[in-house]
């Protein structure tokens, strides 16, 4: 097994270390045991493992809790691993999503010794897959008491900003009917992909909202994202259905939301498959306050659906920040940028000293 003991003091040498373990989704034992030996390293913490699920844990003595959070795993290689460095930039599969923020949580973990708050560091597996793997996923029912905490960070790839909260998700499918008949005789039927016509007008005339919430803006969007219909090149269809997602503002549960859909969609049979609920920023407990002083720069909102929502389902408040550029995450050409590992590190460490 690959040590990471020589490199845990330095966030960058760690971004590396971490990228050149392969742990694509499902393969995430190595890195797990490399990372699970460096906490049990430090004398300060309490190391419990379930799984390829790690959790680390300064001693209670503070006012409050916070969570660190990062998963281990990565979408699967793409001709980009092992890492290299290329100027200021480490390219390789996970650099940005989001082994550069895994780093930063392990570098902390083993050297801020005496923070200002009790702080839970977790690490899982199977982010990048469906959510009945995930990791963090399974620890809510299983041991919840690693969630416990005030706050969360989830060091996701935001580039340096704080994305707070999320939106939630909800997908749905909508069903018109006609009546087949031959197509030479085409009067004689009714024809159901005509009939989505209409469906598909209101999609695109929908004006979504924009909700601002704690000073964060959520952009909502509602939209068709698949079509069926059809019999043969000859029959009048009788049926036609349309996927539909919506992604609504945190502001929404999601029974609201899939009324709202339903009401858009009034007169037509809607089936709601599923959905995720969104999670509100929640920025006002006092670790979150001081962690955006010490950001210094004004939060915004996360628009896509993340594991924030998970402890915020838990009553804890969340949000992202990581050094990876989200836009960057899962493509082959992926990469960090030094200098932004080296401000992560510094923010969340002068943060944790509590100065
Ligand atoms: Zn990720």
């Known amino acids: 097994?690959?040590?990471?003991?020589?490199?845990?003091?330095?966030?960058?040498?760690?971004?590396?270390?971490?990228?050149?373990?392969?742990?694509v989704s499902g393969n995430e034992k190595e890195i797990t045991d490399a990372v699970e030996e460096v906490l049990r390293s430090a004398r300060h913490l309490d190391v419990a493992r379930s799984g390829n699920v790690i959790c680390a844990r300064t001693r209670p003595g503070r006012p409050s809790r916070v969570v660190l959070a990062g998963h281990l795993d990565t979408v699967p290689l793409h001709d980009n691993f092992p890492s290299y460095v290329d100027g200021e930039l480490i390219y390789g599969c996970g650099?940005?999503?989001?082994?550069?923020?895994?780093a930063l949580a392990l570098h902390l973990a083993v050297t801020a010794d005496e923070p200002a708050f009790d702080v839970t560091y977790l690490f899982y597996d199977c982010e990048e897959v469906e959510?009945?793997?995930?990791?963090?996923?399974?620890?809510?029912?299983?041991?919840?008491?690693?969630?416990?905490?005030?706050?969360?960070?989830?060091?996701?790839?935001?580039?340096?900003?704080?994305?707070?909260?999320?939106?939630?998700?909800?997908?749905?499918?909508?069903?018109?009917?006609?009546?087949?008949?031959?197509?030479?005789?085409?009067?004689?039927?009714?024809?159901?992909?005509?009939?989505a016509g209409e469906v598909l007008r209101r999609l695109g005339a929908y004006e979504a909202r924009r909700v601002v919430i704690d000073g964060c803006e959520y952009r909502e969007g509602l939209n068709a994202?698949?079509?069926?219909?059809?019999?043969?090149?000859?029959?009048?269809?009788?049926?036609?259905?349309?996927?539909?997602?919506?992604?609504?503002?945190?502001?929404?549960?999601?029974a609201e939301a899939a009324d709202h859909v339903r009401e858009v969609l009034d007169g037509y049979a809607v089936e709601i498959s599923d959905s995720a609920p969104g999670a509100l920023p929640g920025l006002t407990p006092a670790p979150a306050r001081r962690f955006i002083d010490a950001v210094g720069v004004p939060p915004i909102g996360k628009l896509g659906w993340t594991d924030v929502s998970?402890?915020?389902?838990?009553?804890?408040?969340?949000?992202?920040?990581?050094?990876?550029?989200?836009?960057?995450?899962?493509?082959?050409?992926?990469?960090?940028?030094?200098?932004?590992?080296?401000?992560?590190?510094?923010?969340?460490?002068?943060?944790?000293?509590?100065?």
């Open 1 to 23: 097994m690959r040590s990471l003991a020589t490199d845990v003091a330095d966030p960058v040498a760690l971004t590396r270390a971490l990228v050149d373990i392969e742990s």
């Open 225 to 254: 994202v698949s079509i069926r219909g059809g019999v043969a090149g000859n029959v009048i269809p009788d049926a036609c259905e349309i996927d539909v997602n919506f992604r609504f503002a945190p502001d929404r549960s999601e």
């Open 95 to 102: 650099t940005a999503d989001m082994k550069s923020g895994a």
């Open 310 to 355: 998970r402890f915020a389902a838990l009553g804890v408040p969340a949000l992202n920040f990581g050094p990876g550029d989200p836009n960057l995450a899962h493509t082959r050409d992926e990469h960090v940028e030094i200098p932004k590992i080296l401000a992560g590190a510094e923010i969340l460490r002068r943060w944790l000293r509590g100065r």
């Open 131 to 195: 959510a009945d793997r995930n990791g963090l996923n399974r620890i809510t029912t299983q041991q919840p008491d690693w969630l416990a905490a005030d706050f969360a960070i989830l060091l996701e790839p935001t580039y340096g900003l704080v994305e707070a909260g999320c939106q939630g998700t909800l997908r749905a499918s909508v069903r018109t009917v006609g009546r087949r008949a031959h197509s030479a005789r085409s009067w004689l039927g009714i024809n159901a992909i005509h009939g």
